[in-house]
């Protein structure tokens, strides 16, 4: 049986492991046009060595933290303030939109982190 204090220290690198290689694939993906091509060389080579992982299921739960980054995204790109924003466009007319408050997509971003890591908790814990 394996001793609890080498499977805990074991699964946090695996989890991490898995964190950084769909952080590689979304961004091969996204920037698929341009440099793309040698991340997703990277992201398939990362793939298969956590695969010939021998307990490479102890991490898998990484793969969902990387489910926020959306969220942070849309907060990010929300705009300068929340509510109706206008400003001129230089040629005497006017422009703007709507923002909404950037917060919620914040707090729902760090709750798919959060709920990620008590996923990869609980499924790593020492069962008796």
Same mark, same amino acid.
């Given at each position: =049986?394996?001793?609890? #204090? ?9 989890? %991490? ?5 769909? %952080?590689?694939?979304?961004? !091969?993906?996204?920037? &698929? ?5 040698? &991340?997703? *060389?990277?992201? /398939?080579?990362?793939?298969?060595? =956590?695969?010939?992982? $021998?307990? @490479? ?9 990387? !489910?926020?980054? $959306? %969220? %942070?995204?849309?907060?990010? =790109?929300? /705009?300068?303030?929340?509510? #109706?924003?206008?400003?001129?466009? /230089? !040629?005497?007319?006017? &422009?703007? /939109?709507? @923002?909404?408050? $950037?917060? $919620?997509? +914040?707090?729902?971003?760090?709750? *798919? &982190?959060?709920?990620?890591?008590? +996923? ?9």
């Amino acid at each position: =049986m394996a001793n609890p #204090t080498e499977t805990a220290y074991r699964a946090w690198p695996m989890f %991490f492991g898995w964190l950084t290689v769909s %952080f590689l694939w979304m961004v !091969g993906i996204a920037s &698929i046009l341009s440099i793309g091509v040698l &991340i997703l *060389v990277l992201a /398939g080579l990362g793939t298969w060595y =956590m695969l010939r992982q $021998p307990r @490479y299921q102890l991490g898998l739960a990484g793969l969902i933290s990387l !489910g926020s980054a $959306p %969220f %942070f995204l849309k907060a990010r =790109m929300n /705009g300068p303030a929340q509510g #109706t924003v206008l400003r001129s466009n /230089g !040629g005497g007319g006017v &422009i703007g /939109g709507h @923002y909404s408050n $950037p917060w $919620p997509w +914040v707090a729902v971003g760090v709750a *798919v &982190i959060i709920g990620s890591v008590v +996923v990869f908790v609980v499924t790593t814990r020492r069962r008796d």
